[in-house]
């Protein structure tokens, strides 16, 4: 093995010396054509020239090998110099550039897995120091309205119903961010199978209009559908879509904060899909926030705290349902003037919808006066 190693051919310096013996001998040759000497042009000299070319070729070939082994030594001790010294060690004198960049590869794919691995131990006690303040809120409210009791308070019917009342509500909120994160779990393993069926993406709008409405009268919000047609047909899991467009719609009527607050859903129909988009005239979102808002448990403000009541899970869940859907949302806002998420979905395979110009503006909620 070791004769093998040391017996390495290297093509460059071969095909160097090669050419520099094609230029001498075909220089000789050249010579011996137009020469008169009767000498140039016996076996003898033609054994000679051979014997010759032969020699300057593998002396040739040694002087190259010589000079590129000094030039890469000096060249890699100088690389070397400037690398980590885990990277090249003592027994390393004979290292080549190849075995150089082998090593400069592996060190860069160490480095890589160890960025990944802050990366995913800096998200690790993010998601771990969110999931245990969300769950800390309701369980303290459960303990201190169970004191209260004890310590007398469920003597008072008045004071043992509403914190009953308060105690179920927070019991519910910490049922709601489990369901929650077991579904993004089951998501993110490819255990939930979509029940995949035709259906009209304008009635299932005005379905969760309607199921929203109290909240958007709360808000003093109009809800409106704008279409190009009064049906519309997806292909799709119609229960999971209802989550999307539940969550999208009420976190558009919670954060409203302002006069005349609306939300305007539009449908429209593509050449494969329908796209669909969900506009608010709220606040908006930060431009600096807008890339992390389907995380899990990511508050856009400060402001924006638990006492919504929600899991803080629920973009995180619509963005998991367009992806086992195979497709993706994306969101666009202007701060201090509204937010839009758009997505789409695939049309019915054999079914054609009718096409129709006008657009269609249904109202389903006008606020209270």
């Avoid at 202007?334 to 919808?353: C, H, N, Q, R």
């Amino acid at each position: 093995m070791r004769f093998r190693n040391s017996l390495k051919i290297n093509w460059l310096s071969v095909t160097a010396s090669f050419l520099l013996v094609g230029v001498v001998g075909g220089v000789v040759l050249l010579f011996e054509f137009y020469t008169d000497d009767v000498y140039f042009k016996t076996k003898d000299f033609n054994y000679f020239l051979i014997f010759t070319l032969c020699f300057v070729f593998i002396l040739n070939y040694f002087v190259l090998e010589f000079l590129f082994s000094f030039y890469s030594k000096n060249q890699i001790r100088r690389i070397t110099n400037i690398l980590p010294e885990d990277i090249i060690h003592d027994f390393d004198t004979d290292i080549g550039f190849k075995e150089l960049g082998e090593k400069v590869h592996e060190m860069n794919q160490k480095n890589a897995e160890i960025d990944m691995m802050k990366e995913m131990e800096d998200y690790r006690k993010e998601y771990i120091g969110n999931v245990s303040h969300e769950l800390k809120t309701p369980l303290f409210s459960i303990q201190g309205y169970i004191e209260t009791l004890r310590e007398g308070g469920v003597e008072d019917l008045n004071i043992r119903d509403k914190y009953l009342e308060r105690i179920d509500k927070s019991v519910e909120r910490l049922l709601n961010i489990v369901k929650d994160l077991d579904m993004i779990n089951r998501f993110e393993a490819g255990q939930i199978e979509l029940k995949y069926s035709t259906f009209d993406i304008n009635y299932l709008i005005q379905e969760v209009f309607d199921l929203l409405e109290m909240d958007a009268e709360k808000h003093s919000m109009t809800m409106q559908l704008q279409t190009t047609q009064s049906q519309l047909f997806v292909f799709a899991d119609k229960q999971r879509i209802s989550q999307v467009l539940i969550n999208l719609i009420s976190n558009a009527v919670k954060y409203a904060n302002r006069e005349e607050a609306q939300i305007i859903v539009s449908t429209r129909e593509g050449m494969k899909s329908i796209h669909i988009s969900v506009e608010d005239n709220g606040m908006g979102i930060k431009p600096e926030n807008l890339p992390r808002i389907f995380e899990r448990f990511y508050r856009v403000e400060s402001s924006r705290n638990r006492k919504e009541g929600g899991s803080g899970l629920g973009l995180a869940i619509v963005k998991h349902i367009m992806e086992a859907h195979k497709q993706s949302i994306s969101v666009e806002s202007v701060y201090l003037s509204g937010t839009k998420f758009k997505f789409k979905l695939s049309k019915p395979f054999l079914e054609k919808s009718k096409r129709t110009n006008p657009l269609l503006y249904i109202d389903r909620h006008q606020p209270m006066r």
